[in-house]
């Protein structure tokens, strides 16, 4: 089973920063999730919430605000003061930190509560630019994402997102199109998704914070966790 850091190692770092990428890219661990969003002025930014005010003492949307307005703002002191002076990155800087290790990017497209016009088009350019396409799987909560990324570029790995039960996984996944499923990990032990395990799909849970969760996850054959704890993970993610 292979370890994906949640928002970068978020739970020891503040998420989405380059002190959590960086904390990630030290680990021998396979992969990265990391959440992406559009700013004023289109460009791509690493945050998780629509709003900046929870991980910043700023407020307000980052779809109002330009790069340079957001880079203003410290998003590493309300996680610890060790912290302090982390800037929100963009996606450019993200994926120039990966550049030469071999983690795998999972750049979830957070365009479920607002549309945002033109990110799957400046997602993909960014990814070929800088010759991730092996190397990342976009996926989001909006499947119309999903589906617009396959069409654009039907070679980079696709994932939609669930919180739900899923009925009939497979056809869902074949329908969309995409590659994989992305799913709530408690909704992975369902007779469904543990059939849909044994044909070969790839299904990857997120958020397994525990050790016991894990080795659950791990033992029905789950592809692979998002966590906020990957250095933890490490020794679960390995059949004894
Ligand atoms: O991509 C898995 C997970 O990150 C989805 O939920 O809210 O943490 O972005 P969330
Ligand atoms: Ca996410």
Not at 29 to 57: A, C, F, P, Y
Not at 66 to 85: I, N, P, V, Y
Request: net charge negative; charged share 25%; aromatic share 10%.
């Amino acid at each position: 089973m292979e370890i994906y850091a949640h928002r970068g190692s978020s739970g020891t770092h503040p998420e989405n920063t380059i002190a959590a990428f960086q904390e990630a890219a030290r680990l021998p661990i396979q992969g990265v999730e990391l959440d992406v969003h559009l700013s004023k002025d289109g460009e791509l930014v690493v945050i998780h919430d629509e709003k900046i005010n929870r991980t910043s003492k700023g407020k307000g949307f980052v779809k109002d605000m330009t790069l340079a307005e957001l880079k203003a703002f410290d998003f590493g002191s309300w996680f610890s003061d060790d912290f302090k002076g982390q800037t929100i990155p963009t996606l450019r800087e993200v994926l120039e930190l990966f550049a030469d290790t071999s983690h795998h990017l999972n750049i979830e497209l957070k365009s479920d509560m607002f549309p945002y016009p033109g990110m799957v088009g400046k997602v993909v350019a960014l990814v070929e630019e800088m010759e991730f396409d092996t190397r990342v799987v976009l996926s989001s909560f909006d499947h119309e994402s999903i589906r617009a990324a396959k069409q654009v570029a039907p070679h980079l790995e696709t994932a939609p997102l669930f919180k739900e039960v899923l009925v009939d996984p497979l056809d869902y996944m074949y329908n969309v199109p995409a590659d994989a499923l992305h799913l709530y990990f408690r909704t992975a032990f369902r007779p469904s998704i543990q059939e849909a395990l044994k044909t070969g799909a790839i299904i990857r849970t997120y958020t397994v914070n525990k050790e016991k969760d894990a080795e659950a996850l791990r033992d029905i054959g789950v592809s692979a966790i998002f966590t906020d704890f990957p250095e933890k993970m490490i020794p679960y993610a390995i059949k004894k």
